[in-house]
């Protein structure tokens, strides 16, 4: 059977929404400037990433690389940052260097009171 009306169309601008967000969420602050810094190690690897749709690459004298763009999303982008470990390192905005510090601190707080049988690695 089908509905009577159809669901009301949301009048929303995705590219709008897109270039305002990183992923999927966006935060209350709104838009900020997005500072990260590749080691030499990583930066090969993060060239091959579109992080955002403003993004600009910079490549560093050391062989690094630094990603600069405007987004929303510091939680979004505090997990995105795990996988890259101690290869990225937030530069702006320092309230994102605190959501990372936070985030960190929370999953190490799982680990550190872990039973002694756990294997740790090498």
Not at 43 to 65: V, W
Not at 70 to 96: C, N, Q
């Given at each position: 059977r089908l509905l009577p009306d159809p669901a009301p169309v949301l009048d929303i601008d995705l590219a709008a929404f897109v270039q305002r967000s990183f992923g999927v969420f966006q935060d209350a602050?709104?838009?900020?400037?997005?500072?990260?810094?590749f080691t030499a190690h990583a930066a090969p690897n993060a060239r091959t990433y579109r992080f955002h749709p403003t993004q600009e690459m910079i490549d560093l004298p050391d062989g690094g690389l630094e990603v600069r763009f405007t987004a929303s999303s510091l939680w979004e982008m505090a997990l995105h940052l795990f996988g890259w470990g101690p290869d990225v390192e937030v530069i702006e905005p320092p309230e994102l260097r605190e959501e990372l510090l936070f985030r960190c601190?929370?999953?190490m707080s799982v680990y550190e009171d872990a039973p002694a049988n756990i294997p740790t690695p090498a």
């Amino acid at each position: 059977r089908l509905l009577p009306d159809p669901a009301p169309v949301l009048d929303i601008d995705l590219a709008a929404f897109v270039q305002r967000s990183f992923g999927v969420f966006q935060d209350a602050e709104g838009p900020r400037r997005i500072v990260w810094r590749f080691t030499a190690h990583a930066a090969p690897n993060a060239r091959t990433y579109r992080f955002h749709p403003t993004q600009e690459m910079i490549d560093l004298p050391d062989g690094g690389l630094e990603v600069r763009f405007t987004a929303s999303s510091l939680w979004e982008m505090a997990l995105h940052l795990f996988g890259w470990g101690p290869d990225v390192e937030v530069i702006e905005p320092p309230e994102l260097r605190e959501e990372l510090l936070f985030r960190c601190r929370e999953v190490m707080s799982v680990y550190e009171d872990a039973p002694a049988n756990i294997p740790t690695p090498a």
